[in-house]
């Protein structure tokens, strides 16, 4: 059984990540990907969304996650179950906040998940809030099909080099980095299919 988190500022794409894994699961479209393994969804509670400026759904993004989103499931061929926790990055909420010290606290398996497009300095904030963190942590690059610049990979070299050295500063190592797109996007796929084995093999190897 692995508890895994998912934690990280506001819109980074949380709650999008628990979604696409969650459809990959439905469609058996786990199955096909590298790595990948049949597994069955035992029980979804996307219930802590709360619907944002619905009369404005066009320019602002139309759900935040205030309780904590939660999906249980299993792998098919050795019954081994896993829960990924993924609750709201808007820390300024109290009880979006309880959320975060909550999960923070019961995931043995954090992931650091950073919105690429954006500047890191609002993201470390999140970060430097949260008080207790395990001495290993994932990383999570989202949003990869929006970052501008025409060299990503460099961009995200030295992108990743901040990261770690903030965390490293709180003597945080990183067990491995996943770059990905947690929209469903068919020009990205391989970066959608990378959103699903990220949790797949965090679980897997820390079962
Ligand atoms: N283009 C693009 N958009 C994304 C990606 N991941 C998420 N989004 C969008 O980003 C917005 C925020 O996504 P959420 O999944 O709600 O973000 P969150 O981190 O759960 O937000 P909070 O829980 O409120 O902190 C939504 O409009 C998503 O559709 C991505 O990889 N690429
Ligand atoms: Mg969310």
Not at 90 to 99: E, K, P, Y
């Amino acid at each position: 059984m692995t508890n895994i988190g998912l934690l990280g500022a506001v819109s980074v794409g949380k709650t999008s990540i628990l979604r696409l894994f969650v459809k990959y699961l439905k469609k058996n479209m786990i199955e096909t990907i590298e790595g990948g393994k049949a597994c069955d969804v035992n029980k979804t509670d996307f219930s802590g969304e709360t619907v944002l400026n619905p009369s404005n759904p066009e320019t602002d993004k139309e759900t935040k996650t205030v309780h904590p989103n939660r999906v249980m499931f299993k792998e098919k061929d050795n019954g081994r179950a896993h829960t990924v926790f993924a609750p709201g990055g808007d820390r300024t909420w109290a009880v979006v906040r309880m959320g975060i010290i909550t999960i923070s606290r019961i995931a043995k398996q954090i992931v650091a998940v950073f919105a690429a497009d954006r500047p890191l300095k609002e993201q470390f904030e999140f970060f430097n809030d949260v008080r207790y963190f395990p001495k290993q942590i994932y990383l999570c690059f989202n949003k990869y099909d929006l970052i501008k610049e025409d060299d990503k990979e460099k961009f995200l070299k030295d992108y990743q080099e901040k990261v770690e050295a903030f965390f490293g500063k709180r003597k945080i190592k990183i067990k491995d980095v996943f770059i990905t797109v947690a929209d469903t996007n068919k020009e990205f796929k391989e970066f959608n299919d990378n959103t699903v084995r990220m949790i797949l093999d965090i679980a897997k190897s820390n079962a």
